[in-house]
């Protein structure tokens, strides 16, 4: 399963110390996101930071920075018109099987009560059966991958991976945990775990 981590919204004195150790943990994809930055503050931000790092970082806004800086790439937001590219949001099914056709990877969600966002939470009449039934047709002939989000922890990953999501995007259980690492560490464990009863099965 892949995961990839959602920065905090604001500026937080542990982010980058915590990219240095996701990163050298295997992270391949981290997203930046920060609604109430402009695209100057953003750009500094970026800057200052390694530019080894550049490849694995994917920015919510102000997407003239990743060609700017050669980062990873954009992600579309679930309003966004753009018809493809490398990664976007969405939150229905009907969207979600019009892009997962012609994006690289789709985070869909909320599938569990948010950590981090009160009252962002799945509906009591979410048709969970018709989103397996979704996921498992794309993974028959589709090389688009789709990630969960909302509510994702460590000992959720495995529901993920019942309903055929291909891994998770993570964001409160990381940053609410006092040790960002250890929290993102823990969820690769239970990743890990996953794999090895997949192959004793």
Not at 101 to 109: H, L, T, Y
Not at 161 to 169: N, P, R, Y
């Amino acid at each position: 399963m892949r995961i990839v981590i959602i920065s905090p919204e604001t500026a937080d004195p542990r982010e980058v110390p915590a990219m240095e150790g996701f990163f050298a943990a295997g992270l391949e994809r981290y997203h930046v996101r920060k609604p109430s930055w402009e695209a100057a503050e953003l750009g500094a931000w970026l800057r200052a930071l390694p530019v080894t790092w550049r490849p694995r970082i994917f920015l919510h806004q102000h997407h003239a920075l990743v060609g700017e800086l050669g980062l990873g790439g954009r992600h579309e937001k679930g309003d966004s018109k753009r018809a493809a590219g490398p990664s976007r949001s969405c939150h229905d099914l009907p969207s979600l099987r019009r892009y997962m056709r012609a994006f690289e990877q789709v985070i869909f969600g909320p599938v569990f009560p948010s950590i981090s966002k009160e009252s962002y939470a799945p509906s009591a009449d979410f048709p969970w059966k018709e989103l397996s039934e979704t996921l498992r047709a794309k993974r028959a002939g589709g090389a688009c991958r789709v990630l969960a989000i909302g509510g994702i922890t460590g000992d959720r990953l495995a529901r993920c991976k019942e309903l055929g999501f291909d891994g998770a995007a993570v964001h409160g259980a990381v940053w609410r945990d006092a040790d960002p690492v250890r929290a993102y560490l823990a969820i690769i464990e239970a990743v890990e775990k996953l794999e090895d009863n997949r192959n004793a099965a």
